[in-house]
């Protein structure tokens, strides 16, 4: 329901002649109506909820094509709309739990990689940071590779001691924007 803009004016057509010749939008191979035309007013309207991801995945620009097409005389318009990106998706991680085996002799300083959530939103809407429970032990750095990819590693700030503390959890949180 929402409104994209006013097909009418843009393309100055009259309204009142939209109904006679059965003005729609149709996107080409796609059975799906994301797009309607009020025809009383001439607005272009979201017909049906349009999922970024679904149609452009991870690409920055998100692009989709219509045809506006109009009978008597027969006419063609292709519209183009730009779907921006909302922040609908949470990072999740690879796995649930991550378990480390580190000897007490571990040196401080030692690293210890852990896979990056992953989010698919893009941009400021995907994964912006990381908290790490707070914890006597370890930090949490970003990493990222020579090709851009990122991920973590947790730091060891403390030497660990087996007889004081056998086991620890510890919660990693990813932030998105």
């Not at 990222?144 to 510890?170: F, H, I, N, P």
């Amino acid at each position: 329901g929402s409104v994209i803009g006013n097909i009418a004016k843009d393309l100055g057509l009259e309204v009142g002649r939209l109904s006679a010749r059965k003005a729609r939008v149709e996107i080409e191979g796609n059975d799906r109506q994301y797009c309607g035309i009020n025809l009383r007013s001439g607005d272009l309207i979201v017909a049906e909820r349009i999922d970024r991801e679904e149609h452009c995945g991870e690409k920055l620009s998100c692009v989709l094509k219509f045809d506006l097409l109009l009978e008597n005389p027969l006419e063609l318009h292709r519209l183009s709309l730009q779907v921006q990106d909302i922040n609908d998706n949470a990072p999740i991680f690879q796995k649930d739990t991550v378990k480390l085996e580190i000897t007490e002799s571990a040196a401080k300083g030692a690293r210890y990689r852990i896979n990056a959530a992953h989010d698919a939103d893009i941009g400021k809407n995907s994964v912006e940071s990381y908290t790490l429970q707070e914890n006597p032990h370890f930090v949490f750095s970003i990493q990222t590779t020579s090709a851009g990819r990122k991920y973590g590693e947790l730091v060891l700030e403390k030497e660990l001691d087996r007889e004081e503390q056998q086991e620890m959890k510890l919660s990693l949180t990813a932030v998105d924007g």
